[in-house]
């Protein structure tokens, strides 16, 4: 019987307290702005920040607020641009869905099958591609190249971005193009561009050819074959480097067959 | 307030040697870029003859000193540095000639006055050569709206291990030195001059003491043996008890901070004419590479390879990483063509380093407790990883001068300092 008087009476408390916070919150309940729930709701929630807000509910605010075009998700894409617009009662149409891509696609001249790149020397310090940057533009011999320690996996919120051979690979289907790879990439090679945009110079180097080629087996040596294969007119040459023209390629994939370096790589 | 400081092993195992000038290098290569600001244009082309002492770069930018043949011989090209900020520079090769024949225009300046002065300074190629490489006729040449200067402190800390080549600059040659200080004191106009050496080299404290005993203007001081006494903040405290505060250089505190090195360069410079085109290099390393007896310094003409320095260096074997400056701030070197510079006091060879991986910070606050500037660099690794730019801010992450003190003492072997800096490059940055 000892035991019983305790139980009844803190379960007794317990029910009280429940009823009391009930009532006081159906009492003093405090209207907030039901579209911003509502926007809030639909937003994926990982907060990327690729809309140009610190959050998504931030950003919902502003779409309520109508500062903002509500087709700024750009992980949604059209499956949250339809739902934004049932929130809203009118249409909105989705931004063009687009894709992060590492312009780098780099391979040792003497071991093109091993998994490491070529390396000026050995880089023992903290494994982040900014801190490798710091000494001499990092350790691999191509200056401008993927340094491969993998700044931007590990920014990724969606797990998009891969390490293969020691080169940073974007899958394009999970990716959001939320663009902190970009932010987080010390040698600016990731840009965000069009899903539909099949054909890409895998290459960021602006060396001359033969020291491209010294470092490298799938550099761009600009040798100009792409631009005179190019049905399009769509490629140039800026810096040493070929330059696909997206407003014009029409993704045949001529230039890739004909690149002698295979530094044009079709997807 | 007592600077927080750390003790470093000691290593001095060149100290007590006469420098000694090998046989020349069969090329130098020269570069461009010897000192911070805009880079030289080569004056010269590839097919020609130059002397020694012969102009051979120069820039019309306002932080830039011009560069010297330091050989006689025949321009063989021109190739590419890169700089460990990961900048390319260009550089002059030299084939050494058997004559080293001396540029006929080389004669002692006339020096009548503070302007007459300062363009000595910058003919010669002075720069600052404890390694900040900061043209020294700007140095000298100051914003006189700004502040004035009361205070001339000669910076003979070297508080790096390893490195003697300020030592043997006092010991070998202390009359030039009271005669630089006294030729600045003179034509810049500044009333006192202070001259710092740690206390664990007592022989250049007794002989400073000697040859200055004349001139009571010039004081010498005897600093801790710690770590890190030559950074500049730091020296002008324990010499002058001032603070220098962020953002602001020791000229605002009323001083001029000099190496040691450089003024007895400028008075060198005023005696014969010849431009800075010699150095004096220390080399010395793990003892399992290079013998007790083959630590020495040398002199050799600017840009002499790393290649030619170890072959005069006598190594047992190959060593695992070169190191040009000091342990603590020196930059490791790949390339064995990199020249040695103006700036350049010593080559350090050592073995493989210690492989321990980093593991996670146990809060024991070693690091906060060696910042001799107080930062705390626990919070700005915290935040950094977070990349809170705020709180950076916050922290004055940005004032961080890389001496390395924390991530030495870090008993988790962190990287801490490397992530200062990266904490520096994102407050600049942003």
């Known amino acids: 019987m000892d035991y019983l008087t305790p139980i009844l009476f803190f379960a007794g408390i317990g029910v009280a307290a429940g009823v009391i916070l009930t009532v006081a919150a159906k009492l003093f309940a405090v209207e907030g702005n039901v579209i911003v729930k509502k926007l809030t709701e639909q937003l994926p929630g990982t907060n990327c920040g690729a809309c140009g807000f610190a959050n998504c509910s931030k950003y919902a605010e502003a779409i309520a607020a109508e500062k903002v075009a509500p087709n700024q998700c750009k992980p949604g894409g059209v499956a949250v641009a339809e739902k934004i617009g049932e929130v809203l009662g009118k249409s909105v149409n989705a931004a063009e869905p687009e894709t992060a891509f590492v312009f780098c696609n780099g391979k040792p001249p003497n071991s093109p099958d091993s998994s490491a790149i070529d390396e000026k020397y050995r880089y023992n310090g903290g494994q982040s591609c900014r801190a490798c940057e710091l000494y001499y533009n990092g350790k691999n011999s191509c200056r401008f190249g993927c340094t491969g320690l993998g700044d931007c996996v590990a920014i990724c919120p969606e797990n998009a971005i891969s390490l293969v051979n020691s080169i940073a690979v974007v899958d394009s289907r999970r990716c959001t193009a939320c663009g902190l790879c970009i932010k987080a990439c010390p040698k600016n090679i990731i840009r965000v561009q069009s899903t539909g945009q099949r054909v890409n110079v895998a290459c960021s180097s602006k060396d001359f050819g033969a020291k491209v080629k010294s470092v490298c087996v799938t550099g761009c040596i600009g040798c100009k074959i792409c631009i005179k294969k190019c049905p399009q007119s769509a490629i140039q040459m800026r810096d040493n480097l070929a330059e696909i023209n997206a407003e014009l390629c029409d993704n045949c994939g001529i230039c890739a067959s004909s690149c002698p370096m295979k530094s044009i790589v079709k997807s | ?430």
């Open chain 2, 1 to 430: 307030m007592i600077i927080n400081t750390v003790t470093l092993p000691v290593h001095n195992n060149s100290a007590e040697k006469a420098t000694v000038t090998p046989e020349l290098p069969e090329k130098v290569i020269i570069s461009m870029a010897q000192s911070i600001g805009a880079p030289c244009e080569p004056l010269v082309k590839p097919g020609d003859r130059v002397l020694k002492g012969q102009l051979i770069g120069d820039s019309s930018g306002n932080v830039s000193a011009p560069v010297h043949a330091s050989v006689s011989g025949k321009v063989s090209g021109e190739t590419e540095i890169l700089n460990i900020s990961g900048k390319l520079s260009r550089a002059i090769v030299i084939e050494t000639d058997s004559i080293q024949e001396l540029h006929p225009d080389i004669k002692p300046p006339t020096v009548t006055d503070r302007e007459s002065f300062l363009k000595a300074v910058r003919d010669s190629g002075s720069v600052g050569l404890g390694g900040a490489g900061f043209p020294t006729h700007l140095k000298l040449d100051y914003d006189r709206k700004r502040a004035t200067a009361d205070t001339l402190i000669i910076n003979a800390a070297e508080c790096e291990p390893f490195i003697t080549s300020d030592y043997r600059e006092i010991m070998e040659l202390p009359h030039d030195v009271i005669e630089g200080i006294r030729l600045v004191m003179k034509y810049i106009g500044i009333p006192k001059a202070l001259i710092g050496i740690e206390g664990d080299k007592p022989d250049a404290i007794e002989k400073m003491r000697e040859v200055s005993a004349n001139f009571p203007e010039i004081t010498v001081k005897q600093l801790p043996a710690k770590y890190p006494q030559g950074a500049e903040k730091v020296i002008v405290y324990q010499m002058t008890g001032k603070l220098v505060k962020k953002g602001k250089l020791p000229l605002d505190s009323g001083c001029i901070v000099m190496n040691v090195s450089t003024i007895s360069f400028l008075a060198e410079y005023m005696r014969t004419g010849i431009p800075l085109i010699t150095r004096r290099v220390t080399i010395d390393g793990d003892e399992e590479l290079i013998d007790k007896e083959n630590a020495k310094n040398v002199f050799v003409p600017v840009g002499t390879t790393l290649e030619h320095l170890r072959k005069i260096a006598g190594l047992k074997r190959e060593p695992a990483r070169i190191i040009i400056g000091g342990p603590m701030m020196g930059s490791c070197v790949y390339d064995m063509n990199t020249p040695v510079v103006k700036t350049t006091g010593s080559v350090l060879f050592l073995g493989e380093p210690d492989f321990t991986r980093e593991s996670p910070c146990i809060r024991c606050g070693k690091c906060i407790h060696v910042c001799s500037i107080n930062l705390n660099p626990y919070e700005i690794n915290r935040a950094y990883d977070a990349k809170n730019v705020e709180m950076l801010k916050k922290l004055c992450a940005d004032m961080c001068m890389s001496c390395a003190s924390c991530s030495f003492i870090c008993p988790a072997k962190r990287h801490i300092s490397e992530k200062g800096q990266l904490a520096k490059q994102l407050v600049l940055k942003k």
